[in-house]
């Protein structure tokens, strides 16, 4: 059975309910409840992870058996476990809801099987309805469920030699105007932005997502500080509006399944040819943003550190996904070439 034209608004309604969640650990999702005649009679949505889920967000507003023959229409499929809250599909059999219509599977190791779940209990149930629009509202934690960590960019700055400081250590700028702007919009995409204690205690950067006026974008990522080194108390980091995180960086896999854990979903590697050289070392990269500019620097200051490629045959290749100028520079986003 396909979803009707009522089901497909709800499924709308669903959408913008979904939006009022917050972007995190758990996905936004949202659900409304259709009586028989196809009216809604309550709506709900996933307030982040510990909360209510959305179906029974809805249901709590139907007391009684008001929920009897109705049709639920949610946004992701609805869970089959007992996590921080109990299994949605059971919640649903429960309230006597005769039909569910749903977006995109939950193919999460625990919380799949609902749709299985509540067709054995005689439910009629419709997958896939407005799946595009779902994926696309929660692109970022279906690729997190994917990896099974956070998406990770890795950018640096470099001369067209390759080189990302002068001999005496002074990096600012190498790249001009327009490609630091680029790199400040995409800061404001990432949930948080890494960085070494060596950068931060060398060049004192703020860690901000800002215009070049030099007004805060309204996301601003998280630093996150690897190394031992202190960080002194007048560091500009220290006045970011998110309270630093400090890490000793030893770990990596350790360290982003941490930020994992808090809801962190994009991460962007603005470290220093330390850091970046470690996160692409351990494979953990999904891009790479190199930024080069039109400038010749010599000298030993590498914009990567030793990256343990003992021969051609062991270089690592990338694909390129495409290579724009910006002002006077260039910047060639790369991925990771399979095999
Ligand atoms: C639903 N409805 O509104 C949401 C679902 O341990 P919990 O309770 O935080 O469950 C988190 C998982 O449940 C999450 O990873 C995802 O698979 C699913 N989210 N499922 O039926 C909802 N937010
Ligand atoms: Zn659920």
Redesign the pocket.
């Known amino acids: 059975m396909s979803a009707s034209a009522i089901e497909q608004d709800a499924m709308r309604r669903a959408l913008e309910l979904a939006r009022r969640g917050p972007r995190g650990l758990?996905?936004q999702?949202g659900?409304v409840i259709l009586s028989p005649a196809g009216e809604i009679i309550a709506e709900g949505w996933?307030r982040g992870?510990?909360t209510a889920?959305?179906?029974v967000d809805a249901l709590s507003k139907l007391p009684g058996d008001q929920a009897r023959g109705a049709t639920a229409v949610?946004t992701?499929?609805?869970?089959n476990?007992t996590?921080?809250?109990g299994p949605?599909a059971v919640a649903l059999i429960e309230a006597g809801v005769s039909r569910v219509v749903y977006g995109i599977d939950?193919r999460?190791v625990r919380?799949a099987g609902?749709a299985d779940h509540l067709r054995s209990a005689g439910v009629s149930v419709t997958g896939g309805v407005l799946a595009d629009r779902v994926r696309l509202l929660v692109h970022d934690w279906l690729v997190v469920q994917r990896l099974g960590r956070p998406h990770i960019s890795v950018k640096w700055a470099q001369s067209l030699d390759g080189r990302a400081a002068a001999a005496d250590g002074t990096s600012q700028w190498i790249t001009g105007a327009v490609a630091r702007a680029d790199v400040h919009r995409r800061r404001a995409g990432a949930d948080a932005i890494v960085a070494g204690t060596g950068t931060v205690l060398a060049d004192d950067p703020a860690l901000t997502a800002r215009t070049a006026d030099g007004t805060l974008y309204p996301h601003q990522p998280v630093p996150v500080i690897l190394g031992v080194r202190p960080v002194p108390a007048g560091a500009a980091v220290r006045r970011h509006p998110h309270e630093a995180l400090f890490f000793d960086g030893r770990d990596l896999p350790a360290l982003l399944e941490d930020l994992r854990v808090r809801g962190i979903q994009r991460v962007f590697i603005e470290g220093g040819p330390t850091i970046a050289s470690a996160f692409i070392r351990a494979g953990l990269y999904d891009q790479i943003l190199a930024y080069i500019a039109p400038v010749l620097l010599g000298g030993a200051r590498l914009a990567l550190a030793d990256l343990g490629v003992p021969t051609i045959g062991a270089a690592r290749r990338l694909a390129v996904a495409s290579v724009d100028t910006l002002g006077d520079d260039l910047l060639i986003v790369a991925t990771p070439s399979e095999g």
């Open positions: 758990n996905p999702v659900a996933h992870a510990g889920h959305a179906e949610v992701l499929e609805p869970c476990h996590g921080r809250t949605c939950d999460g919380s609902g």
